[in-house]
């Protein structure tokens, strides 16, 4: 009898979670799972299937929140580089650093977690399939403008000056060729050199 209480209860608190709430969680579960199996996986072995095995579950759950393939993996991308962005605002909430190289190194390192990883995989899918190219370009153009925004305030540049705005854009442009480099061999040291370098250089561009 104490047995059967028990799963009551389980029951009795599960019907008590808000149906919005559990729908939520479950998203959430499958786009960090979708990021995670990119960057592990690759597009070819990042199905629906694998993906809402690792996120805990069924894959009419799955397609109940993401009809498509494409949905899915476009969502996750732009799930995690939205929470990327929330986390380099964090690092600095008082806006602009007074240390650029502190802002650089931060930058950088947006390209070479989890994230770009799974991102590069996203893209290189996206030019062979023709349904998804043009939904990661339009994705893409939004976070880079996000991201350039953010690289702005952060670094206290005023784009008024004469090459402030090209001098940004050519830092990130950087930290993505670094974010490559990055994905076949550990290039931490290097990488802190350029750092350095950069962080130098924009103090002379942006004044």
Not at 30 to 58: D, F, I, K, P, Q
Not at 69 to 94: G, I
Not at 115 to 134: G, I, K, M, T
Request: hydrophobic share 45%; glycine share 8%.
């Amino acid at each position: 009898m104490g047995g059967v209480s028990t799963v009551g209860d389980r029951v009795d608190r599960a019907d008590r979670v808000p149906k919005q709430d559990r729908s939520r969680a479950t998203r959430q579960r499958l786009l960090e799972a979708a990021v995670a199996c990119l960057a592990e996986h690759g597009w070819a072995g990042s199905t629906v299937s694998v993906v809402a095995e690792r996120a805990g579950v069924s894959r009419g759950a799955a397609q109940h929140h993401f009809p498509t393939r494409e949905d899915l993996f476009t969502a996750a991308v732009e799930y995690v580089a939205e929470e990327r962005s929330t986390a380099l605002r964090a690092l600095f909430p008082e806006g602009a650093a007074g240390d650029r190289r502190v802002v650089v190194s931060a930058l950088v390192d947006l390209y070479t977690g989890p994230l770009f990883r799974a991102a590069l995989h996203l893209w290189v899918a996206a030019s062979n399939e023709e349904q998804l190219r043009p939904r990661v370009t339009e994705l893409e153009a939004r976070v880079g403008r996000e991201t350039h925004r953010i690289a702005v305030d952060l670094l206290g540049a005023d784009e008024s000056r004469p090459g402030a705005r090209e001098a940004v854009q050519g830092l990130l442009d950087m930290a993505r060729g670094l974010g490559l480099a990055n994905l076949l061999t550990d290039d931490t040291a290097r990488r802190d050199r350029v750092v350095a370098q950069w962080a130098a250089l924009l103090d002379e561009a942006l004044g």
